[in-house]
């Protein structure tokens, strides 16, 4: 990786050798309280010469009911007294402790489950609280005797998913809800599109309310596990491949009003980002992704959709739940309205990615997806233009999975690049070619 004049210290916030003790002696979880792994590296978001948040992970046991977590933002040597000031003359409600100024490395560290941008989850963590606050007509209207909590997954600075386990009078058995807490008004859209879609798509975890007060999406229990690549793997007979097209397919669909959009614009733009970002994390591919990226745009599609389709935009592996007959979608936070090639490309992409990432060949991918997308026509009723997808998979390739590791400095996905940009390069090989009866994706 190359170094950012703005961030000397990079390569010491990324070291959890170095980072595991300061966070023990900060956030008092020695190993007299607590025992197993020890700290991890978690979430990285970087935009060089502009941030580096960091997000640690407590791996081992501990006498805190939550999952430890700990988030760094580096800040110029320079700066970072003047950063920390400043951030405590915004929350001078903070709790001791919450906010830590750590001059070695410069950064300044949030402990869970205070957050910079999300005020209100150490509120969500309190029972007391929330069992009250759970009764209140906006919100589910019922008497909460008492209630567990869980954190699913956690986004320093974003959102944070917590599973609640509910013990009411009325009924013998714990009724779960889940409620996601986001740093803006964002989840109030996500509710309006929720709500749109709960008569219609009936694949996907209802919404039950938005509490403006916290910013929080209340929502209710999805059964079944995440997609995972070994499942996929594991399915000879491809009904798991079915029922992906089938239920990307009834997504898109829906019809629901929003003023979200993705468009071709937004790839290109994507596209036009990553050779950048690329010259300052890993200068020694950017020469290789810009050839990529500029043989693309020479062949870009000229053709618009002329019915937008509703979009998941988050399409992985993990946001589909599989109960043993049906799969749904779980993390509706990027539906909007688009081209319906974007959102099939962009599940391919990540197809491809989980295969890599899990040691599989490309080759033994390709049928897997050539599954998808039959299934996918099948149930859309309608034909495909084969070359203007294959163009959005080559893109989402480059945009999506590369600039992705990028960003996140994913050391076992940048390992990989150089398999990303050649299977990228295959499909906008096949871009051209010529479309016969029988014709498949790839």
């Not at 309205?337 to 890599?356: Q, T, V, W």
Request: aromatic share 6%.
């Amino acid at each position: 990786m190359s170094q950012d004049p703005q961030f000397p210290q990079m390569s010491e916030a990324l070291n959890p050798t170095l980072m595991g003790p300061l966070l023990d002696w900060l956030l008092e979880c020695a190993s007299s309280q607590s025992s197993g792994n020890g700290w991890q590296i978690g979430e990285k978001r970087y935009k060089p010469g502009k941030s580096l948040l960091v997000g640690y992970r407590w791996t081992g046991q501990s006498n805190n009911p939550h999952t430890r977590f700990a988030t760094g933002r580096l800040c110029s040597p320079a700066e970072v007294n003047r950063e920390f000031e400043r951030e405590l003359a915004k929350r001078p409600d903070l709790a001791k402790g919450a906010l830590t100024l750590l001059q070695h490395p410069a950064m300044l560290v949030w402990a869970f489950p205070y957050d910079r941008k999300l005020r209100h989850l150490p509120t969500l963590l309190d029972h007391q609280a929330m069992a009250i606050r759970l009764q209140a007509p906006d919100l589910l209207g019922m008497p909460v005797e008492s209630l567990q909590s869980e954190v699913l997954h956690y986004l320093a600075e974003r959102s944070c998913m917590i599973r609640y386990r509910l013990h009411t009078a009325a009924a013998a058995q714990p009724r779960l809800v889940y409620a996601k807490i986001y740093a803006d008004d964002a989840g109030r859209e996500t509710f309006a599109v929720m709500r749109q879609l709960n008569g219609t798509f009936s694949w996907g975890a209802e919404a039950l309310a938005f509490d403006a007060e916290t910013l929080t999406l209340w929502q209710s229990h999805l059964p079944g596990q995440a997609l995972t690549w070994t499942a996929l793997q594991a399915d000879s007979d491809g009904i798991l491949a079915d029922q992906m097209g089938q239920c990307v397919a009834d997504l898109q669909a829906c019809r629901i009003d929003t003023a979200r959009r993705y468009t071709q614009a937004d790839v290109v733009q994507g596209l036009l980002a990553t050779p950048t970002l690329a010259e300052q994390v890993r200068p020694e591919w950017a020469g290789r992704i810009a050839r990529s990226v500029n043989s693309l745009l020479d062949q870009e599609p000229r053709q618009t959709p002329s019915d937008l389709a509703t979009l998941h935009h988050d399409l992985k592996l993990n946001n589909f739940l599989y109960d043993g007959q049906r799969l749904g979608l779980i993390d509706m936070d990027c539906v909007c309205l688009g081209d319906p090639l974007l959102d099939l490309a962009s599940l391919i992409a990540n197809i491809y990615l989980n295969g890599i990432r899990d040691a599989a060949s490309i080759e033994s991918i390709h049928p897997l997806v050539n599954r998808l997308v039959l299934s996918y026509q099948r149930h859309r009723r309608q034909v495909l233009n084969l070359a203007d997808l294959r163009w959005q998979v080559s893109a989402a390739l480059i945009h999506e999975v590369v600039r992705r590791s990028l960003r996140q400095l994913d050391e076992t996905r940048l390992k990989q690049i150089k398999r990303y940009l050649a299977l990228s390069d295959i499909y906008a090989a096949r871009c051209g070619q010529a479309i016969g009866v029988d014709d498949v994706l790839i």
